[in-house]
């Protein structure tokens, strides 16, 4: 069973709150689940298809803190119908939601999606990745209103303002910068009710940065100041401020969690990307 690296924390600041977490089930939708469990927080999360790592990630928040409670839900978000009932089973499980964080996305580098055409990858990006976070979000974000203190951060992607070449690059450019904007518009027409934040991450070593050839090994590196790969730890633990109460006068920004990214670090690839 997975570790964490925990980053510090108020330990009490989210006691009581309900917070949603989608795409929980490994990577960095499951150390966001542990650093908000951390501090308190009940849970609703959420899966596609990967039962047997949303419980993982259920019994380690529980671990944590004994105190809080833990629902699961398992829905496909490619489909409208499964993103409403989605929204109506996070809402009703205690009439009220303090926290959304919309970490869900579809995996077209690895396992049989990388296999797809790049049309058809785009297309599954598009639907889950941007229509799916901005209809949560309208839905859930319209019945957090009633909701004093309540909190929505989206994921975006730090070079989406940049670009970066190949196909992945252009997809992830499309996907992300769109829910960079989104989240800004939301975030005026949510407030003062409730805030709007989107992260950005860098280069975050998940399952795809673990395996990943030496090119992309030595990018990653050569892209942050700080000359390291990011961790999953490293962006929950800024989206656990941006929920916090400690970070209440922080609304409608965009947070690059990515070391600073450095602009002249990288070169062109000659041959196509994998």
Request: hydrophobic share 40%; with cysteine.
């Amino acid at each position: 069973m997975e570790t964490s690296r925990a980053h510090p924390t108020n330990e009490a600041a989210l006691r009581g709150k309900i917070a949603v977490v989608t795409g929980a089930a490994s990577g960095i939708g499951r150390a966001i689940a542990l650093d908000l469990a951390r501090q308190g927080a009940s849970l609703v999360l959420h899966t596609r298809s990967n039962d047997h790592g949303l419980r993982e990630t259920a019994n380690l928040a529980q671990e944590l803190d004994s105190q809080i409670d833990v629902k699961l839900v398992q829905e496909d978000f490619t489909d409208p119908s499964q993103q409403d009932r989605f929204c109506d089973e996070a809402w009703n499980w205690a009439n009220r939601l303090d926290i959304l964080v919309n970490n869900a996305g579809v995996d077209v580098l690895t396992g049989d999606a990388a296999k797809l055409s790049f049309e058809e990858k785009l297309e599954l990006v598009y639907r889950v990745d941007v229509v799916s976070t901005i209809r949560i979000s309208r839905n859930l974000g319209a019945r957090m209103r009633s909701v004093p203190g309540s909190s929505i951060v989206n994921i975006g992607w730090d070079q989406a303002a940049h670009g970066m070449e190949g196909d992945s690059g252009e997809m992830f450019a499309m996907s992300k910068g769109a829910i960079m904007a989104f989240s800004k518009s939301l975030a005026r027409s949510l407030a003062p009710e409730v805030r709007v934040n989107c992260v950005a991450p860098g280069w975050i070593q998940t399952a795809w940065g673990e395996g990943t050839s030496d090119y992309w090994q030595s990018r990653a590196t050569r892209e942050s100041l700080v000359g390291t790969w990011g961790t999953p730890e490293d962006v929950a633990a800024t989206i656990g401020f941006l929920v916090s109460p400690a970070a209440r006068f922080v609304n409608g920004q965009t947070i690059a969690v990515n070391g600073g990214f450095n602009h002249g670090g990288h070169s062109a690839r000659t041959d196509k990307e994998a």
